[in-house]
C-alpha cells in the first residue's frame, strides 16, 4: 500500500471513498466506537457504511453465536460489537476487499496498492501482454502507475546497458510475459500523490468596504446631467442630423442566392 508517511487520524466525518482504502478491519470498530454516544454520527450511519462497503464487505449477523463468529473468523472476518444506542447493539463480520484481479482495480483504490502488488495482480490475470487489458482497466492502472512496454528477444532483454537494466535501476517493478522465442516486458513505477491545488474565493463584505471604495465608486459611475449634455447654441447646419427608422424591404436585404428562399 502506498502510504506516503503517517496519515492524519481519519474520523467518520472525514471518510471518503479514497482515504477508506487505507483503513483495516480493526479501524472500522474503532472509527464506530461511541457512536451511540453522538446523535449527528448516528443519524449518518447509513452513509458512512456506504461508504466502508467500498473498501469492505461488511455482515451483519443476526445471529451472533460463538459457532458463527468463529464460521466468520476463519474466512478472513473481523467480528465486533457496534453499539448504535444505549438499548440496541448490533455484531458487524468485517473484512477489506482483496485486491486479486485486474478487475477489482479501481481509481478509488490504485492510488493505495504497490508496483509490486500491481505487478502481482498483473501476473495472475495475464495472458496476451497489455493490449489484452480493455481501455477503461489500462486507464485506471495508469492513473496512478507510469507505465512502459516493451517486446525483445529473449536473449536481447537483458542485454547490459539496455531498457530493462535502466527501468530496474530507475525503481520499476516489471513483469515478463513470454511470446515464444520473443519476451514482453511491462515496467510499472508508482506516480507520486499530488496535493490537488485548491481555490479560494473570498468575496469581500460590505462592512469591509471603506469610504474611499464607495468614493470611488460614484466617481467612476458620475455621469453629467442631461441638461448639460444638451446646449441649442451648439447646434449648427453641419451637425445637425434627422434619423427615420425606415423598415427595409426583406427583398433588397438579400445579398445573394443564399439568403433567398423560394415560395413553396
Request: overall charge negative.
Amino acid at each position: 500500500m502506498k502510504s506516503q508517511g503517517a496519515k492524519k487520524a481519519l474520523t467518520l466525518k472525514t471518510l471518503t471513498k479514497n482515504n477508506v482504502w487505507y483503513l483495516q478491519e480493526n479501524d472500522i470498530f474503532r472509527l464506530l466506537d461511541g457512536i451511540d454516544k453522538d446523535a449527528d454520527l448516528k443519524d449518518n450511519l447509513r452513509h458512512y457504511t456506504d461508504i466502508m462497503r467500498g473498501a469492505f464487505t461488511i455482515e451483519e449477523l443476526k445471529d451472533d453465536s460463538a459457532t458463527i463468529k468463529t464460521k466468520y473468523e476463519k474466512q478472513g472476518y473481523k467480528v465486533g460489537n457496534i453499539r448504535i444506542d444505549e438499548n440496541t447493539q448490533t455484531t458487524w463480520a468485517v473484512k477489506k476487499r482483496p485486491i486479486m484481479r485486474v478487475t477489482d482495480l479501481t481509481y478509488e483504490n490504485i492510488h493505495h496498492i504497490s508496483a509490486s502488488k500491481l505487478i502481482e495482480v498483473l501476473n495472475r490475470n495475464f495472458g496476451g501482454g497489455w493490449d489484452s487489458l480493455s481501455q477503461s482497466i489500462k486507464d485506471i492502472i495508469e492513473s496512478g502507475f507510469d507505465i512502459s512496454t516493451t517486446t525483445l528477444p529473449k536473449d536481447r532483454l537483458h542485454k547490459p546497458g539496455g531498457t530493462f537494466e535502466k527501468k530496474v535501476a530507475d525503481g520499476y517493478e516489471v513483469l515478463e510475459i513470454a511470446k515464444g522465442t520473443w519476451v514482453e516486458a511491462i515496467f510499472a513505477k508508482a506516480k507520486p500523490e499530488m496535493e490537488k491545488p485548491r481555490l479560494t474565493l473570498q468575496a469581500k463584505d460590505d462592512d469591509d468596504l471603506q469610504d474611499d471604495d464607495y468614493d470611488d465608486a460614484e466617481e467612476e459611475n458620475d455621469e453629467p446631467d442631461a441638461d448639460e449634455m444638451f446646449n441649442e447654441d451648439d447646434i449648427t447646419e453641419d451637425n445637425y442630423r434627422t434619423t427615420f427608422e425606415i423598415d427595409a424591404d426583406p427583398d433588397e436585404e438579400a445579398d445573394g442566392i443564399s439568403d433567398f428562399e423560394p415560395e413553396d
